[in-house]
């Protein structure tokens, strides 16, 4: 705005000039802001790479205090930033000479082969156990190749060559190694502070002179804390079961560790990298590959774990597998959730289906009564426990199964308070499986801390648990005690059949709850089959810390806005009053003394409106709001799939299982005519599900298949996700299946 003077008035003295009005910095205080913000943005992103590199710098400190495993140079894949990784996890079973023979030389063999699939894009956490029997032709570097158990590449080769068999026998590229033995894992499994685990069995064996010789073993069954000589002994027994059984004892263990100590694992990250890094030998000691790694958990946090069998043919001395289902095992287990061929899972689906008398009625499940014997039994050992021992009153088992164990005994807490217990085995299978129901005073053990998900049977509300994909534990609470049904160590009871015994389980002394659940109730009970997976600490902070930093700068930008607007208002203001000064100037000047003069009417002034503070204060409420309820609405959207959510239009597949001709075709032809795809029709048989119609949607296609009801609505349809056997009977991945049952 240029300067405005007035002309010197006739007779009078010389008029002030008026100043010239501040140059107008539009973006002054944008400018100011935005440094500020970029200033805190810096410091905190310094402040945390400090921390980050601090962080670093201790894990590959805690890592070098064992000697480096040398591998060559093309035996390990390399990695890169955000890529996942494979790790081969191995146990030493290396230990001083039997106590019968001083001088006696125990030679090493890998004990335990497992590998670890840690992938940012999928859902689950992979652990594959590597049968240590499986027979495999092994290459000696310089000798002659030889057939033997893949576990004797270590004795042989070293990490090197057991590394190398088990990348050419499975096709699977290893990131890196770890490997620890038998003392370096007691010592850490007592520097943690034991675990908590059920221990699934009794385990009895002492070496005698002239007998079998073995690695020793003296355990009872039930849920107990496991410090490192039990521990050593649980992972470590190889003998009176199967290699899946072995391996699946193995996996159990790593998962009440991670269980146990995985949230509480930032807290005392500390302690733990000093434990890690003494237990183990590795690969992994350069900054650049550890990052890696630890970027990877970080993105991985919170999954479940999936447990993947090895597929193999258990024989007296070896166990075999075809490369059919070798590649079947290592698919499982690279792929996550994705499921394997139809036909190689159909007599398995049928096994744990409930078995239905009769169409229109309910399916009846695979469980034969409990021996009476078995009841009296209890009933004896009932008044020595402070509370009623309830029995099931159904089991799965077969015919040469061994009889029940019950045991009563006490469990001592992380406080060391005692707890009176009982503990019930049930033999389930040829095999060596053994399921476990127990009852305890203690209100919460570790074992049931956060289930994965809850149902309402009758009068009781029981908590379900599950190990990735599998149910591992049902539990429910009466009066002062609580009760639990645990799976066999391969988790091989279907969850129908899990939360059936638990129905069944009631107290033997006294009579059956009036409103306590029934078989007929479990029978066509919708359960649920796949865990949630958790929200990890880390995850939910940092989404508050998101959610607070929008609110945060949307309030800031609103008060920069703001405050731009009244100061424009106010610097019009001026220069409006200054014009008017200017003109009303001579005017005054020139009138005589005592006179009136007479002023011309000018711009009324007024002053900039103070209301800005509140309209501030609902605008970044609303905004607030608005980002919350998206936080919320995504969120919720992610529940409802444990994997994604679906884009697009999901096709179709009906199929007929009443027997009644054309039924499938007549529902198709009306999704059709109101432009559904539909792009399966057939009939199939034996659904065995409850009479009825179903619309089965896989994750992410809820909406969808709600839609697809309300065409149907006639039929009365049942809207529930699809079940993983299900799924794989009738063949249909990702489609939105319509079935006549």
């Not at 027979?135 to 576990?151: F, K, L, M, S």
Request: proline content about 9%; glycine content about 8%; charged content about 15%.
């Amino acid at each position: 705005m240029s300067a405005v003077t007035s002309p010197p008035p006739v007779g009078g003295p010389p008029a002030d000039p008026i100043r010239p009005e501040p140059p107008f910095r539009r973006w002054w205080l944008a400018k100011r802001v935005l440094l500020a913000g970029l200033g805190v943005v810096l410091l905190s992103a310094g402040a945390t790479t400090v921390l980050a590199l601090n962080e670093l710098d201790k894990v590959v400190e805690a890592l070098g205090q064992n000697r480096a495993v040398k591998l060559g140079s093309k035996v390990l894949a390399p990695t890169s930033r955000g890529a996942p990784e494979t790790l081969l996890l191995v146990g030493d079973d290396r230990r001083p000479p039997p106590k019968y023979n001083p001088s006696g030389l125990v030679l090493p063999h890998s004990n335990e082969m497992l590998l670890v699939r840690v992938d940012p894009s999928k859902p689950t956490i992979s652990m594959l156990s590597i049968p240590r029997e499986l027979q495999v032709a092994i290459y000696p570097p310089g000798g002659q190749p030889q057939v033997n158990r893949i576990n004797a590449a270590y004795t042989i080769g070293g990490i090197q060559l057991m590394t190398e068999t088990i990348k050419r026998v499975l096709g699977v590229s290893v990131n890196h190694v770890f490997v620890v033995t038998f003392p370096k894992f007691k010592r850490a499994v007592d520097e943690m502070g034991c675990v908590y685990l059920t221990v699934d069995r009794r385990y009895y064996h002492v070496n005698e002179p002239g007998g079998e010789q073995y690695f020793e073993i003296n355990l009872q069954p039930g849920y107990q804390r496991l410090c490192g000589r039990e521990a050593l002994e649980y992972v470590a027994n190889r003998h009176e079961d199967t290699s899946l059984t072995r391996d699946a004892r193995d996996q159990r263990f790593l998962l009440e560790v991670k269980a146990q100590y995985g949230p509480t694992l930032f807290e005392s990250r500390e302690r733990f990298e000093r434990i890690l890094g003494r237990a183990v030998e590795t690969d992994l000691h350069g900054s650049g590959p550890v990052l890696d790694l630890l970027e990877l958990l970080v993105q991985s946090q919170g999954k479940p774990v999936r447990q993947v069998h090895f597929k193999v043919n258990l024989l007296p001395t070896y166990d075999t597998a075809t490369p059919q289902q070798i590649h079947e095992s290592v698919q499982l287990f690279l792929n996550g959730t994705s499921p394997v061929a139809k036909g190689k899972l159909s007599a398995a689906v049928h096994a744990a289906r409930p078995r239905q008398h009769g169409r229109g009625g309910p399916p009846q499940l695979s469980l034969v009564p409990t021996p009476g014997s078995a009841i009296v039994q209890a009933r004896s050992a009932a008044p020595n426990l402070p509370f009623p021992l309830e029995y099931p009153r159904s089991r799965q088992s077969f015919g040469g199964a061994a009889p029940d164990t019950l045991r009563t005994y006490d469990v001592r807490d992380q406080q060391g308070h005692l707890h009176p217990s009982y503990v019930i085995v049930v033999n389930s299978g040829s095999l060596g499986e053994f399921y476990d129901v127990q009852g305890t005073t203690w209100s919460e053990p570790p074992l049931l801390s956060n289930p994965s998900d809850e149902v309402r049977v009758g009068a009781r509300t029981f908590s379900l648990y599950y190990a990735g994909e599998q149910l591992r534990t049902v539990a429910w609470r009466e009066g002062t005690a609580t009760y639990w049904v645990q799976n066999t160590l391969t988790n091989s009871i279907a969850p129908r059949e899990m939360l059936g015994i638990a129905a069944e389980t009631q107290p033997v002394i006294g009579s059956r709850p009036a409103a306590g659940p029934s078989l007929a109730t479990v029978s066509t009970l919708k359960l649920p089959s796949v865990a949630k997976a958790p929200t990890s600490t880390f995850t939910a902070i940092g989404s508050l810390a998101g959610l607070l930093s929008f609110g945060a700068l949307a309030m800031l930008a609103y008060l920069l806005l703001a405050r731009q607007r009244e100061l424009r208002t106010l610097r019009q203001q001026v220069a409006n009053a200054m014009a008017l000064e200017a003109r009303q100037r001579p005017l005054l000047a020139a009138s005589p003394a005592g006179g009136t003069a007479t002023v011309q009417p000018g711009p009324t002034i007024y002053r900039a409106p103070r209301r800005w503070r509140r309209s501030v204060l609902i605008g970044a409420l609303v905004v607030v709001v608005a980002a919350i309820l998206a936080v919320v609405g995504v969120r919720v959207l992610s529940e409802g799939s444990s994997i994604g959510t679906v884009s697009g239009p999901v096709p179709i597949a009906v199929f007929n299982a009443t027997g009644a001709p054309g039924a499938a075709h007549t529902v198709a032809r009306t999704l059709q005519a109101n432009h559904l795809s539909v792009r399966r029709v057939g009939d199939i048989k034996n659904a065995r599900l409850s009479h009825g119609a179903y619309v089965l949607y896989p994750p992410g296609a809820r909406a969808q298949a709600e839609q697809v009801a309300r065409l149907i609505a006639s039929l009365s349809p049942t809207v529930t996700p699809i079940q993983p056997q299900l799924q794989n009977t009738v063949g249909q991945h990702g489609d939105i299946v319509v079935l006549l049952d």
